[in-house]
């Protein structure tokens, strides 16, 4: 079974500091991994994936993330915050293999910016 | 404008009423989802469809019901045998596709039941 672990339910930033939400994942094989940013009362928004080709993923709004199969990781970065990116933030995995499109979520963490 | 409507936005029940929520897409995708958030919790997976007229269950079913009769449309039906209902309710949609499968999340409905 998979899992996925992000650690810090609640992390603060100055505006303009690096943003870094760690997420680790427990998979026998590499799986496919997202991660996801929810505003308040309202849906999730694909941020960015990785699904095997390069390891290091850019994604919108200048987060990008790093597949790191020795460390089972994904940590999702950003080298500025602004004060639009207060939210929530979810790292998913799916098993990489046909027929499978379950996504497993962590348990979120929330990101306050500070001005 | 291609997207996921969910509605109503907010929705109040008393104990022991069924309710049924609603998601619609127009992305032309095989796959619908429902999932059940609640503070600290992350998503977890109710409900999910991979083709009309099928689904299976998720990770916590019970006290759930779904449909799916059209391609489009994928109702969720709260009944009153689930404990606990209130929460914030959330459907998705995908292509059935190794690669092409990254899910799109409609804006949420929020059920209180009292």
């Known amino acids: 079974a998979q899992s996925v672990t992000q650690l810090g339910s609640h992390v603060s930033v100055s505006e303009g500091a690096l943003v870094l939400l760690r997420c680790n994942y427990s998979?026998?094989?590499?799986?496919?991994l997202f991660w996801y940013v929810q505003y308040p009362n309202q849906g999730l928004q694909l941020l960015l994936k990785?699904?095997?080709?390069?390891?290091l993923v850019k994604g919108i709004n200048g987060f990008e993330a790093e597949f790191k199969k020795s460390e089972t990781s994904f940590h999702l970065t950003k080298p500025s915050a602004h004060m639009s990116d207060a939210a929530e933030y979810f790292c998913?995995?799916?098993?990489?293999?046909?027929?499978?499109?379950?996504?497993?979520f962590g348990k979120g963490t929330k990101l306050s910016v500070i001005p | 404008d291609g997207g996921i409507t969910q509605s109503p936005k907010y929705l109040f029940r008393k104990e022991g009423q069924n309710v049924t929520l609603s998601c619609e897409q127009n992305?032309?995708?095989?796959?619908m989802y429902w999932y059940r958030q609640d503070p600290g919790q992350g998503l977890r997976l109710i409900y999910y469809?991979?083709?009309?007229?099928?689904?299976q269950k998720g990770d916590i079913a019970e006290g759930y019901s779904v449909s799916r009769e059209k391609k489009e449309s994928f109702p969720l039906t709260v009944t009153s045998a689930q404990k606990n209902p209130t929460a914030f309710y959330l459907c998705?949609?995908?292509?059935?596709?190794?690669?092409?499968?990254?899910?799109?999340f409609g804006p949420g409905t929020r059920l209180t039941v009292t």
């Open positions: 998705a949609s995908s292509y059935s596709d190794r690669e092409k499968n990254e899910q799109y």
């Open positions: 998979s026998s094989v590499p799986p496919y």
């Open positions: 990785y699904t095997s080709a390069a390891t």
């Open positions: 998913a995995v799916r098993p990489s293999g046909a027929g499978s499109y379950q996504l497993t």
């Open positions: 992305l032309n995708h095989d796959a």
């Open positions: 469809s991979q083709i009309v007229n099928d689904f």
